[in-house]
């Protein structure tokens, strides 16, 4: 599909002509595009229909080469176009006719007085240069790809949209044929075209806003902007929103694009929902953490299982046996090629999504007898450690910060107690605190040779996420006929610091063998003391990890 822009979700669908005399024909048109597409067929029924066309460089050329008659921007201003091409229309004679109101007779007579000849229909869009950023173009070369001439034609017109009509997606021409049928368009439509208009140029300068920025300051000591620029372009219109009675539809911002949800293709099944696309966002982003084969199941944006493993295959089955009921359902993300064992096995329960850095032979087979069942493969995982900003909107504005790319450093790791962890502990430590990142606060991970046998999420008391996550535990093992609880001999991770000490003594009474959090509550001499009592290990990272 075509991409929108983003304010064309967002505002209602054009008003019906209600008001035939409130339509502005064309008489003539500046048409100076970089995008080409379309431009021959809406080129010719604007002539055929009597329109003079005006025209720059190689637009014009295409028209020609087309047999179609047109006049050059030059031949108006009586001025080349110089400096390769960069001083072209910035003239009078162009932006008069673009901005002159022709319900006030000063500007009818400034325009007669100096040759003015109106414009009533402006065709254009701007010089690729979020495609030459994706291309990873050199600096000078991205320079070159910056419009100017372009964004002040589009905001002249948008501004005297009472009178002009702007077109700057090629989309829009079917909405430009039906107005040369008309006889116009209405000023209703005119409004929206400059709304249009306005959304693409605020694009536009975000994009170059926010390479430019990157470009002052190296990643690592970059101060927040002054100013923030978010624009995107729509991608894929959902069917609703969180809820039914929500809009929503996904949007790509400006590139270079990370890898992702948004990047993914679908191979099969229905079409994304909103929660689809959040919930597997939140999975690609914790199975990219790790290096070895992973494999996380996600419900509502938390883990309900993640897994390390010698194989896909290995990870997903350690992965389902954390939570196997709440995996129903679920999102299913892998760091590796997706194989045809794990595919069959992930088939036997209902699983929404699968998504894979790719997929092997047989595995589009396998998944063909599930037509409900969404199938996306990616070009390549994100990188966990490259530096990007969160945005969460609040009423009249928003929060704007780093997201959270810390990795623990084991020689930073702190023991505070009289036992220290095994190095086995400690790897499953490790393992356990880089979940809990992706788990919402108050987050608390049990987890035991690489894999998490226990996740308690989402609660106001950070006691009450380990009585659940051992609840959980219990019922998991009811469910594999084990005869104890699967927390039996893990380490337990807590985001954030234990305020008192019974989250830990909850913990240790469960059967974990050793702590990691990050330390710094005002009663940490307490916790450590009841960790000594029962003869846990315990670790302080320093960071605390929080996910609201």
């Known amino acids: 599909m075509t991409a ?18 409130d339509r502005r024909p064309f008489t003539r048109a500046l048409i100076s595009v970089s995008d080409k597409t379309g431009l021959v067929p809406i080129a010719e029924k604007l002539v055929a229909a009597g329109i003079a066309l005006l025209s720059t460089g190689g637009t014009a050329r295409a028209l020609r080469e087309a047999g179609l008659d047109v006049t050059d921007v030059a031949e108006v201003t009586g001025f080349p176009e110089i400096m390769g091409g960069r ?41 690729p240069f979020e495609a030459a950023l994706e291309a990873g173009k050199e600096p000078d070369a991205l320079v ?110 400006a590139p270079p694009h990370r890898p992702g949800i948004v990047t993914a293709r679908q191979h099969q099944g229905k079409a994304l929902s909103y929660n689809n696309i959040n919930d597997g966002d939140a999975a690609i982003e914790l199975v ?7 494999v996380a199941i996600i419900k509502h944006a938390n883990p309900c299982g993640v897994a390390t493993g010698p194989s896909v295959t290995a990870a997903y089955e350690r992965a389902l046996a954390c939570d196997p009921v709440s995996a129903f359902g679920g999102i299913v993300a892998l760091n590796r090629p997706l194989d045809r064992p794990t595919a069959e096995r992930i088939t036997e329960i209902f699983t929404e999504i699968v998504i894979a850095p790719g997929l092997e032979e047989g595995v589009e087979a396998v998944f063909a007898k599930k ?28 929060l704007f910060g780093d997201a959270d790319l810390r990795r623990e450093d084991p020689a930073l790791i702190r023991t505070v107690t009289e036992k220290s962890p095994s190095p086995q502990e400690m790897r499953d430590l490790l393992f356990a605190f880089t979940v809990a990142k992706h788990v919402k606060s108050n987050a608390i991970v049990y987890a035991k040779g690489g894999a998490s046998v ?3 999420a989402g609660q106001m008391s950070r006691l009450d996420s380990t009585r659940i996550a051992v609840r959980k535990s219990q019922d998991a093992a009811e469910a594999m006929g084990a005869s104890t609880p699967l927390v039996e001999g893990s380490v337990v991770a807590s985001d954030a610091f234990f305020p008192f000490a019974d989250g830990l003594i909850a913990a240790a009474e469960a059967g974990a063998t050793a702590v990691i959090q990050p330390g710094g509550s005002i009663r940490d001499e307490e916790v450590i003391a009841a960790a000594n009592a029962r003869g846990l290990a315990m670790v302080f990272t320093g960071q605390r990890h929080f996910r609201h």
């Open 87 to 127: 001083v072209k229309t910035l003239h009078p004679r162009i932006h008069g006719g673009l901005l002159g109101d022709r319900a006030i007779p000063s500007h009818r007579e400034a325009m007669d007085a100096h040759g003015i000849a109106d414009i009533d229909l402006l065709i254009v869009n701007l010089y």
């Open 371 to 398: 037509k409900n069942l969404r199938l996306l493969t990616l070009d390549a995982m994100p990188d966990p450690t490259a530096p990007r900003f969160l945005m969460k909107p609040v009423a009249g504005g928003f």
């Open 454 to 456: 226990a996740i308690g």
């Open 288 to 294: 990219a953490e790790f290096e070895e084969p992973a």
């Open 4 to 21: 929108r822009p983003i304010h064309a979700f967002l505002l209602p669908e054009i008003a019906p002509v209600t008001a035939p005399h």
């Open 144 to 253: 070159e790809e910056i419009d100017i001439g372009g964004p002040a034609m589009i905001r002249a017109a948008s501004k005297n949209h009472a009178h002009l009509t702007v077109i700057t997606d090629t989309e829009d021409y079917v909405l430009l044929e039906k107005a040369l049928t008309a006889g116009g368009t209405t000023l209703a439509e005119r409004r929206s075209l400059a709304a249009t208009a306005f959304a693409r140029t605020a694009a536009y300068d975000a994009a170059i806003a926010g390479w430019l920025e990157g470009e002052a300051h190296p990643a690592d000591a970059a101060p927040l902007p002054r100013r923030v620029s978010v624009a995107g372009t729509q991608i894929l219109p959902l069917r609703y929103g969180e809820n039914p009675h929500q809009r929503a539809a996904l949007y790509r911002t």
